[in-house]
């Protein structure tokens, strides 16, 4: 009965590859947000969006892409990943933007 | 420039006794502020929140402070257990102009046994 869950929960891949990452939450939010946390813990939001329609999009390269579907869903996608990429991505929701919001388990990016 | 910060980067507290984690926060205009616990390996967890009008907020063996003069947030935590080891975020939603919380650097709590 998992609130935020988030496919696939670790991820290793050569660079230069593709590779999305999907995110679903079952709590009726209207927001959905994606955060990526580097090695020292720092979390930093990379994107949200509010009823489908992207609201935040942080400086972030333009190989990520994010997709909603629907409000439910949030999928991020990656073009010709870096080793720089190399993180934990986490997918969260909140009923209203910029309040409490309720995260996923992670997935755990490995760039080779 | 605007940050959410913290003083202590990790803490180490005996089973049983209290624990304090502070924050400090620079933006005047932020009216929400949450604290967060991450477990190894697993997502940030909501512990306890506090808005602007309001000083001080008690949860179940959690309290937070908030000192708006000073731009100050404390997370106290009583009787400390072993599953209380984890890492502490406080975040801050900035009113104006942009609806997003933004993430201090989190301490590291270690509950010795």
């Known amino acids: 009965d998992t609130a935020v869950s988030q496919t696939p929960k670790y991820l290793v891949t050569q660079m230069g590859n593709d590779k999305s990452i999907k995110c679903e939450q079952n709590?009726?939010?209207?927001?959905m947000y994606w955060y990526k946390q580097d090695s020292k813990k720092f979390l930093k939001i990379m994107f949200s969006y509010n009823n489908k329609e992207l609201i935040i999009n942080e400086t972030v390269p333009n190989r990520f892409s994010p997709k909603s579907p629907d409000k439910a869903h949030l999928n991020l996608h990656i073009n010709s990943l870096e080793l720089g990429d190399s993180a934990v991505y986490f997918c969260?929701?909140?009923?209203?933007?910029?309040?409490?919001?309720?995260f996923g388990p992670g997935t755990r990016l490995l760039v080779l | 420039g605007e940050s959410v910060g913290l003083h202590l980067p990790t803490l180490s507290v005996q089973e049983g006794d209290n624990s304090i984690i502070n924050c400090a926060y620079s933006?005047?205009?932020?009216?929400?502020f949450i604290w967060y616990k991450q477990e190894s390996g697993k997502g940030p967890q909501f512990i306890i929140d506090?808005?602007?009008?309001?000083d001080k907020r008690q949860g179940q063996r959690v309290t937070v402070l908030l000192n708006k003069t000073v731009k100050h947030l404390s997370l106290q935590i009583a009787a400390t257990q072993p599953g209380d080891s984890a890492v502490y975020f406080c975040a801050e939603n900035r009113a104006y102009g942009n609806e997003k919380l933004t993430f201090g650097t989190g301490t590291r709590l270690t509950i010795i046994p």
């Open positions: 709590l009726g939010h209207d927001t």
């Open positions: 506090i808005r602007s009008n309001m």
């Open positions: 969260a929701s909140s009923q209203v933007n910029g309040e409490t919001q309720y």
């Open positions: 933006n005047s205009a932020s009216d929400y």
